[in-house]
T-cell receptor, first 113, second 113 residues
Framework: KAGVTQTPRYLIKTRGQQVTLSCSPI?????VSWYQQTPGQGLQFLFE???????NKGNFPGRFSGRQFSNSRSEMNVSTLELGDSALYLC????????????FGSGTRLTVV | DQQVKQNSPSLSVQEGRISILNCDYT??????FLWYKKYPAEGPTFLIS?????DKNEDGRFTVFLNKSAKHLSLHIVPSQPGDSAVYFC????????????FGKGTKLSVKP
């Protein structure tokens, strides 16, 4: 059974640019959540999608957005990149009903220069 | 305000001995708790979970204990192996949280041969 796939693994972008990250969940999983990990803040929740609808959103500025497609694949977009957006971005999939656990992908390491 | 706290940033244990990682939480709405293991630049790997209706859950060398009155949980690893060396995260979720896992800051476990 394939795990959660995130692409690309690494990205280097310049301040002011925008970036799109992709996540393919485990087959059959309808929920995809996104997290940002930084040394200072740890793992922080960005948002969650279930059946193409955003069900929950964390405390991040509107520059961070996402979407989910009918096949449950998800993308997140960060516009007007700032140096502080450099982080490991992780996506997690689950069947979508509490209290299932969440399976994480390997992440995308974004560096903003 | 941290809702999930792992007060020990690091822990060093001898191979073959018991490792005990601790986690405290403040939100009484949390009803599901998970432990993840993480290596640098990789996504967290699920280890074990526990529902608030239980006080103990075992899976091989890993046991999680939950003390609801103290809002405290712990992960026991017996016996510890050098391959267990990683950062361990405690996470909590509440019904209706829609994908939002609240993570502690992690404890770095080093198991010495």
């Amino acid at each position: 059974k394939a795990g959660v796939t995130q692409t690309p693994r690494y990205l280097i972008k310049t301040r002011g640019q925008q970036v799109t990250l992709s996540c393919s969940p485990i087959s059959g999983h309808r929920s995809v959540s996104w997290y940002q990990q930084t040394p200072g803040q740890g793992l922080q929740f960005l948002f969650e999608y279930f059946s193409e609808t955003q069900r929950n959103k964390g405390n991040f500025p509107g520059r961070f957005s996402g979407r989910q497609f009918s096949n449950s694949r998800s993308e997140m977009n960060v516009s007007t990149l700032e140096l502080g957006d450099s982080a490991l971005y992780l996506c997690a999939s689950s069947p979508g009903q509490h209290p299932y656990g969440y399976t994480f992908g390997s992440g995308t390491r974004l560096t903003v220069v | 305000d941290q809702q999930v706290k792992q007060n020990s940033p690091s822990l060093s244990v001898q191979e073959g001995r018991i490792s005990i990682l601790n986690c405290d939480y403040t939100n009484s709405m949390f009803d599901y708790f998970l432990w993840y293991k993480k290596y640098p630049a990789e996504g967290p790997t699920f280890l074990i979970s526990i529902s608030s209706i239980k006080d103990k859950n075992e899976d091989g060398r890993f046991t999680v204990f939950l003390n609801k009155s103290a809002k405290h949980l712990s992960l026991h690893i017996v016996p510890s192996q050098p391959g267990d060396s990683a950062v361990y995260f405690c996470a909590a979720s509440a019904r209706g949280s829609q994908g939002n896992l609240i993570f502690g800051k992690g404890t770095k476990l080093s198991v010495k041969p």
